[in-house]
């Protein structure tokens, strides 16, 4: 119901810094908890950080600092700064949107295609 189209992944030094993009378009109610997951080769796909419409953030801890998660509700778009990256940040990133959640169960969900994002050494 949902499409989201992201950007801003690629190929960074490590401490440098991007920024990536989802554009979600489709109906807005299944919009209102969007977020980025992120998964590793051999790793579990794991929530980075989520927006709720209102502003509502959390995130994982391992990018707390680091990362900031943020949305323009009037673009439908969802953004991810990157900052101070990392080798162990290497990973396909993944957009999400859902209408909502009951407890960690999205409804509604959408995901991106995902956005490679490498960090050298």
């Known amino acids: 119901q949902v499409r989201l189209v992201e950007s801003g992944g690629g190929l960074v030094q490590a401490g440098g810094s991007l920024r990536l993009s989802c554009v979600a378009s489709?109906?807005?109610?299944?919009?209102?908890?969007m977020g980025w997951y992120r998964q590793a080769p051999g790793n579990q796909r794991e929530l980075v950080a989520s927006i709720t419409r209102s502003g509502m953030i959390s995130y994982v801890e391992r990018v707390k600092g680091r990362f900031t998660i943020s949305r323009d509700n009037a673009k439908n778009t969802v953004y991810l700064q990157m900052n101070s990256l990392k080798p162990e940040d290497t990973a396909v990133y993944y957009c999400?949107?859902?209408?909502?959640?009951?407890?960690?169960?999205?409804?509604?969900?959408?995901w991106g295609q995902g956005t490679q994002v490498t960090v050298s050494s």
């Open positions: 999400k949107a859902g209408a909502g959640s009951y407890g960690s169960d999205w409804l509604s969900a959408s």
């Open positions: 489709g109906s807005i109610i299944s919009t209102k908890l």
